[in-house]
């Protein structure tokens, strides 16, 4: 992922904790907006079942006005606020009761929300994101290997691979990320593997050898 983006009103509560957020939700970025509408669709509808009962024939316009709201007044109905409305000139109370409110999100963008809190997560993966991501299972895939084969935490290695062009790709340009959380000297492309490990979808074969 390579963005987080999170309603601005929680900037001062969690704008200390944007490194964490960084870590553990592996993300390049963490973005406080005041527009979160730009990332999502949201549709307001009466809840009919509730507000038919007090709105009678006038659950229609109930609806128009429910539709034309803004994404404050949303988020107050999630807040589980009422908030107030005109119909037919007469200013009515809208309880959260009465709304059915859908939220999607838009396309390369999940939504999460917990009352009125929302959090957005950019999912377009572009290539560097990509290869980043198989590095990431490479490194994961070795560590595991240094533990069965009983290595030191401080041993050196040397990683041998062989996978398809991307992982090649992957291997280039991430030579340094790799050896660094390795304590790989080198990695070098060998024909004589045996083991086949699944790198976010691209079989791979891998071996280490500690290096005396």
């Known amino acids: 992922i390579s963005e987080v983006l999170i309603d601005s009103e929680k900037e001062m509560l969690m704008g200390d904790l944007v490194d964490l957020i960084k870590e553990e939700l592996n993300v390049k970025t963490v973005t406080f907006t005041k527009d ?7 549709v307001v509808k009466p809840n009919f079942k509730v507000a038919g009962k007090v709105f009678g024939p006038n659950i229609k316009f109930l609806g128009e006005e429910l ?9 107050e109905l999630q807040a589980g606020n009422s ?3 005109f119909i037919h000139g007469e200013e009515v109370s809208v309880l959260p009761d009465y709304a059915d409110i859908r939220i999607s999100a838009k396309e390369g963008f999940n ?4 009352g009125n809190n929302f959090i957005i997560l950019e999912t377009n993966l572009t290539d560097e994101l990509i ?4 590095a990431r299972e490479m490194i994961s895939k070795v560590q595991n290997l240094r533990k069965e084969r009983d290595f030191n935490i401080t041993d050196r ?3 041998y691979y062989n996978g398809d062009e ?3 790709k992957t291997v280039e340009h991430n030579m340094e990320f790799i050896k660094n959380e390795t304590l790989a000297v080198s990695l070098i492309k060998s024909d004589n593997l045996s083991d086949t490990f699944d790198l976010n979808g691209h ?3 891998l071996d280490v050898e500690r290096k005396a």
């Open 131 to 134: 290869e980043e991501g198989i």
């Open 203 to 205: 079989d791979t074969l």
């Open 83 to 85: 908030i107030n409305v």
């Open 36 to 42: 979160v509408s730009e990332y999502m669709n949201y």
């Open 166 to 168: 991307l992982v090649e």
């Open 111 to 114: 939504v999460a929300m917990d």
């Open 67 to 75: 539709a034309k709201l803004d994404l404050d007044k949303v988020k």
């Open 157 to 159: 290695i040397t990683i």
